[in-house]
């Protein structure tokens, strides 16, 4: 195991706007890390804010070919993907019978770019071979279906230098994601005119949810370990506790169960803006 890495971290962190606090000094502590181990592939467990996926949202997927959509303030350009080992991973998942998409193109956002930047230095530094997981549009996986997802991930990647990627979370609430999915794609402009609206209507009538730091810990004290009785519990009353946001750490548990042990917690700052990064690296 020691050709294994992961790194799970909230994307926007390096952002002007963003705090220059303890998360931000770890994602730079994250980025050597990940440039002394050198991995020759990158699997990232990523999700979607409404933008790649939205006529058609699959719970799991394995993108074939991508570009960055360079939304707020992310990079943009073309992701190396090895697109014949994506097949394969593909094949191999059906065959353990996961119901896996196949995205033949995706211009990934945010959730994807920042975090692909910030711990690469930029988004075809190294071959990334992203796995989307539908983590905006309900209904969600369960977070043990995503462990297991990840976990047969790791099985197939067992001989190789990867880095395990997990972009999202932790607890945050969206009330621009409180509206049903209609699948109509709206421009960028007209997007950003839209979540303005609802969270301004959100404040107005006082449904901004005042969440409290009990859901984060347990997660992080879940991922901490390798135990998985933890996956049943964590998503009980999710949104009610951790924030429509919180489903984003999807993401981090397919990469803690690719990666095999458990991550050590190198910052958490919580300002229900959900900034984490953890870390751990295969003895």
């Keep these: 195991m020691k050709n294994r890495l992961t790194v799970c971290a909230s994307h926007l962190i390096t952002l002007p706007s963003a705090p220059f606090g303890p998360v931000r000094e770890a994602i730079a502590d994250a980025r050597e890390t990940v440039r002394e181990f050198d991995p020759e592939l990158v699997v990232f467990f990523g999700t979607d804010h409404r933008r790649a996926f939205r006529t058609v949202v699959p719970t799991f997927a394995v ?10 303030a992310g990079p943009v350009g073309s ?9 394969s991973l593909v094949a191999d998942l059906v065959a353990h019978e996961f119901d896996i998409a196949t995205a033949y193109e995706a211009a990934l956002d945010h959730a994807f770019g ?3 930047r910030d711990l ?3 988004i075809s530094a190294k071959p990334v071979l992203p796995i989307f997981i539908n983590c905006a549009s309900p209904p969600h996986a369960t977070f043990r279906r995503a462990a297991s997802l990840g976990r047969r991930v790791g099985e197939f990647f067992a001989d190789r230098r990867v880095l395990y ?3 999202g979370g932790l607890a945050h609430d969206l009330p621009g994601f409180r509206e049903p999915e209609t699948g109509v794609v709206l421009s960028e402009p007209e997007r950003q005119a839209w979540i303005k609206d609802v969270n301004e209507r959100a404040r107005r009538e006082g ?3 005042e969440l409290v730091r009990a859901w984060d810990e347990s ?3 879940g991922i901490g370990g390798t135990s998985w009785e ?3 519990s964590i998503g009980t009353d999710l949104v009610e506790r951790g924030g429509n946001g919180a489903a984003e750490c999807l993401t981090w548990t397919a990469a803690w169960a690719a990666g095999g042990r458990g991550l050590t917690t190198l910052a958490h700052e919580f300002d229900t803006s959900g900034r984490a990064v953890a870390i751990t690296q295969s003895a």
């Excluded at 993108?63 to 707020?72: K, N, P, R």
């Design 120 to 122: 690469l230095g930029s």
């Design 219 to 221: 997660f992080l004290a």
């Design 207 to 209: 449904t901004v949810r």
């Design 230 to 232: 933890w996956l049943d």
């Design 165 to 167: 990627v997990g972009s």
């Design 114 to 116: 920042h975090t692909a």
């Design 79 to 87: 992701y190396d993907v090895p697109a014949a080992l994506g097949r």
């Design 63 to 72: 993108v074939l070919s991508a570009t960055a959509q360079g939304d707020v």
